[in-house]
């Protein structure tokens, strides 16, 4: 029987081969298997040649009956099957791993307790998962240890002892123990040192000790090598002068307003000051009947308030509106809830007061949006990406739904015409930004993503245990159907964590954190942990 010259479309390839209708479609696709390697049972054979048939080839058609006539033109869709292929590389099993090996794939290690340390380990761990600050110790621990230089010995012993042990971490499978670390903390805060009945060491706390590490890494870090060591790169450091304020430093601009004043009078020009912040505050005590039950609630508080001080315009003290703005952000912010407060107990034999702890619920999501709190200037440069964003997000869905709503199929295959259109349509909006803050994007949103936390357990605020919890890396917390695994009834994703208490790491997820708000004798948020969201 006669055969018939054929191209057949298979994505971006053609095809050529020579179809004989005694065959039949099994003969068919035998042939195109032999071209292609797609399974049969997963090949969809259509006509692009009119008269022939419709839609895919089924089985039972009689290819003989059909007015074929050359050349014929078909389309074929299928994956082709992966040909076995030998190991690129030698398996390996975990016990033949050296040490330093085994500890990149297994769980990260944890940290001894070295009597009431778990608020230095939990600590620790959190400052484990930001890259440039272990970047500007690697350099300092490198410079000093070959020139020494002028630092005093303890703030050199600290950064040193903290980058030591940040890499024994990496290299070890196991717990390890810090006991230089742990030394080098009560020499450099010598209130850490404190003992309790018997010679124990006593409790401190995590947030003294987080802004304790940083005020001596502000001091030392303070050269442009050390900042270029950090961010890899040279940056427009925005009036930061070492490598803490570049990768925590808040700047706030502060307005105070005299209340006694009226609106429209200028007697007294608005107080506008600037001041550098390491951390938000979120206040969950209130003010004025408040009831603060979310972490944004407790920031906005933190923000604003009233003084009293010296009117020069009424020539007496008067009352004053304090409010402040985000000028500039950094790549990391942490936030620290205010569990702790001191209270005032005169009725006591001694008035020397008690220290408390809130234990009142206040949640937090896994994003936190600091537009709100920046300034004016700020907020500009945020909205033109945050617009952007929302547009190309429109048209994302748009394109999806024209998509499900278009049951042509594209038989010329335009796809890389489309995808350079989209290029070139990118690059003719783009807009040369001023930066809102070192070592962040020019596209930056205002976003940042929930990466580490630090949690107290326990009524005592001088006692009780600290934990911490870690994002884990590269996670990929796709389901077996590709999509990403949500939150019951909330569009969160549920990504990897692990959660240090003390030597014991156990891998947990984003719904435990966020559990962690408070209200009960359940571990709680004490420090939150956000770096910039890409």
């Not at 479609?25 to 399974?39: E, M, S, V």
């Not at 490198?142 to 230089?149: A, F, H, K, P, W």
């Not at 999501?365 to 907020?379: G, N």
């Amino acid at each position: 029987m006669a055969t018939y010259a054929t191209t057949v479309k298979w994505g971006k390839e053609t095809l050529s081969l020579n179809l004989d209708p005694s065959l039949g479609p099994a003969g068919l696709k035998k042939q195109l298997h032999a071209l292609t390697n797609i399974p049969i049972d997963r090949m969809k054979v259509m006509s692009k040649s009119k008269n022939l048939w419709k839609g895919i080839l089924k089985d039972d058609v009689d290819l003989t009956s059909l007015p074929f006539e050359s050349p014929v033109q078909l389309l074929l869709m299928g994956s082709a099957e992966k040909l076995p292929e030998k190991p690129a590389v030698k398996t390996v099993f975990l016990e033949d791993l050296p040490e330093e090996e085994k500890a990149k794939v297994v769980e990260p290690s944890g940290l001894v307790n070295l009597g009431n340390t778990c608020y230095l380990n939990s600590v620790v761990q959190a400052l484990r998962a930001i890259p440039h600050l272990r970047d500007g110790l690697r350099y300092y621990s490198t410079i000093r240890s070959n020139n020494g230089g002028d630092a005093s010995s303890s703030n050199r012993f600290l950064l040193t002892s903290l980058f030591s042990t940040l890499s024994m971490l990496d290299a070890s499978p196991q717990a390890i123990s810090p006991n230089n670390l742990v030394m080098a903390t009560k020499m450099s805060f010598p209130q850490m040192a404190q003992t309790g009945p018997g010679g124990r060491p006593m409790q401190q706390d995590a947030e003294e000790f987080y802004s304790g590490i940083l005020n001596v890494a502000a001091q030392e870090l303070q050269n442009p090598e050390a900042l270029r060591a950090a961010f890899g790169k040279d940056e427009e450091w925005m009036g930061a002068k070492n490598v803490v304020d570049a990768l925590f430093g808040l700047k706030m601009e502060e307005v105070l307003t005299c209340d006694e004043l009226p609106a429209s009078t200028d007697q007294e020009a608005p107080v506008i000051t600037h001041d550098l912040h390491r951390k938000l505050v979120c206040n969950i005590q209130g003010a004025n009947e408040a009831n603060i039950t979310h972490l944004a609630e407790g920031i906005a508080l933190s923000l604003s308030g009233k003084v009293e001080k010296y009117s020069e315009a009424l020539g007496r003290n008067a009352v004053y509106t304090r409010s402040q703005k985000i000028s500039r952000l950094p790549p990391v912010i942490v936030v620290q809830f205010g569990r702790f407060y001191w209270k005032a107990t005169p009725d006591s034999q001694d008035h020397a007061g008690v220290k408390c702890k809130v234990m009142k619920p206040v949640g937090f999501s896994s994003v936190l949006d600091v537009y709100e709190f920046c300034t004016e200037k700020v907020k500009s440069v945020l909205k033109v990406a945050r617009d952007r964003a929302v547009a190309e997000e429109e048209e994302r869905v748009a394109k999806k739904l024209k998509g499900e709503s278009d049951a042509d199929v594209d038989m010329d295959g335009n796809d890389e015409d489309a995808e350079a259109l989209q290029a070139a349509l990118a690059m003719s909006v783009q807009e040369d930004l001023p930066p809102v803050g070192p070592g962040l994007p020019n596209d930056f949103r205002g976003l940042y993503e929930l990466f580490a936390v630090v949690t107290h357990k326990g009524r005592d605020a001088d006692g009780g245990h600290y934990m911490g919890w870690v994002k884990a890396d590269n996670t990929d917390n796709r389901n077996g159907s590709g999509l990403k695994q949500k939150i019951a009834d909330t569009e969160e994703e549920n990504e990897d964590w692990y959660v240090f208490d003390d030597d014991e790491v156990s891998p947990c997820k984003t719904e435990d954190i966020l559990k962690l708000k408070g209200g009960g004798d359940w571990h709680m948020s004490y420090l939150n942990f956000y770096r910039a969201k890409k």
